[in-house]
DNA sequence: AAACTCGACAACCGCCTGTGC
DNA sequence: CGCACAGGCGGTTGTCGAGTT
C-alpha cells in the first residue's frame, strides 16, 4: 500500500488564492497559531491541501515579510552565500531577514543568474565561464557545505569590472564594493559561527526595531510572538489588502 | 487595438528528512 | 530497525501584467 497523499486529492481548491481564502487562514492562525498544517485546512474552512497553506503562509501572509525587490546587499549576500551553500535557499533565506526561500530563488533565477552569465560568471560554480573549458578549473562544482568549510570560491565578483547588466539594475562599482570577508559584519554573517549561531535565526525572524514600528516593547516581540502574530492584533483585517495581485 | 512575447513571481509537485511508535 | 506520517525543501510550472510588434 502506498504512501497516503498529504490531503485529499478530491475536492481540494488549486491556483491562486483569493482573499476570503487569504483571511480564513490568517484568522485561524491568529487564534490558534501554528499547529498541525494537515489540519489547517478543515478546522480553518478552506478546500485547500495543508502544504499549500503552510506555504501561502510562509511565503505571502507571514506578517515580518518584506516585499519588493532585493536591495543591493541583500543582493549581495545571497551571491556570497549561493557560493557557500549552493541551491540551499532556505538556509540562505534564513540570513536574510523578511525573505522567504521562495523569493530568493525566484529572484535568483530571474534576475541574478543573468547578471553573473553577463558578468562571464557561472551561476552555479561561481567560476569564471571561460573556465569551465577546463573540467579541473570548476573546482566549486557541486559545492557543499560541510559545516567546516570556510573559504568563499574565488571572488570573481571583485574581480569584474562591473556588475551592472542594464542601466537599471544594480551595479557593484567602486561606489558599492562586492562585500568581501573584509568587512567585518560581513566576515561574521558568512561566518560558521554566524551560520551555525541559531539565536540568529532569521526563519521567523523578530527584529526589535521592526516590533517598536508596531508599538511594542521587544520583549512583546519574542516569545508568544514567536510568529509575528502580535503585529496583527491591531490590524483590522478587512482592511487588508491580502488579496492576490493577480 | 490586437496579437504576441517576455519577465516576474505565486503556487504546485515530488522527494527528502526528522520524529514517534 | 522498520514503518508511517508531517513538515520542509528545491525544482518546475502556471498565471498574469507589461512591453513590443
Redesign the pocket.
Known amino acids: ?1 502506498g ?2 497523499p ?1 490531503c485529499d486529492k478530491f475536492g481540494v ?5 483569493t482573499a476570503e481564502e487569504d483571511k480564513k487562514l490568517v484568522n485561524f492562525i491568529l487564534t490558534h497559531g ?7 485546512p478543515k478546522l480553518a474552512g478552506l478546500r ?5 497553506c ?3 503562509w ?3 501572509l507571514r506578517p515580518d515579510l518584506k ?3 532585493l536591495n543591493e546587499a541583500e543582493e549581495q549576500l545571497v551571491i556570497d552565500l549561493h557560493a557557500r ?10 540570513r536574510l531577514p523578511g525573505r ?4 530568493i ?3 535568483w ?3 541574478i543568474k ?1 547578471k553573473l552569465i553577463k558578468m562571464g560568471i557561472d551561476p552555479v560554480t561561481h567560476e569564471p565561464l571561460h573556465k569551465q573549458a577546463n573540467p579541473e578549473a570548476a573546482p566549486c562544482k557541486n559545492i557543499k557545505y560541510d559545516g567546516d568549510q570556510q573559504e568563499i570560491p574565488n571572488n570573481n565578483y571583485a574581480q569584474a569590472s562591473s556588475f551592472s547588466s542594464d542601466s537599471s539594475s544594480t551595479t557593484l562599482t567602486e561606489s558599492s564594493e562586492p562585500v568581501s570577508d573584509d568587512d567585518p559584519l560581513m566576515s561574521y554573517i558568512l561566518s560558521n559561527t554566524f551560520l551555525e549561531d541559531s539565536t540568529w535565526d532569521f ?1 521567523f525572524p523578530v527584529m526589535r526595531e521592526e516590533y517598536c514600528e508596531f508599538g511594542m516593547s521587544s520583549s512583546e516581540g519574542i516569545g508568544d510572538d514567536y510568529f509575528g502574530l502580535g503585529r496583527f492584533n491591531d490590524v483590522d483585517l478587512s482592511a487588508l489588502d491580502m488579496s ?3
Open positions: 500500500m504512501r497516503q498529504c481548491k488549486k491556483g491562486p488564492w501554528q499547529c498541525c498544517w494537515r489540519a489547517v485547500r491541501c495543508g502544504k499549500s503552510r506555504l501561502r510562509t511565503n505571502y516585499r519588493g525587490l551553500l549552493g541551491n540551499r535557499w532556505s538556509k540562505i533565506a534564513a522567504t526561500d521562495n523569493e530563488k525566484n529572484h533565477n530571474t534576475h543573468k526563519h492576490n495581485k493577480h
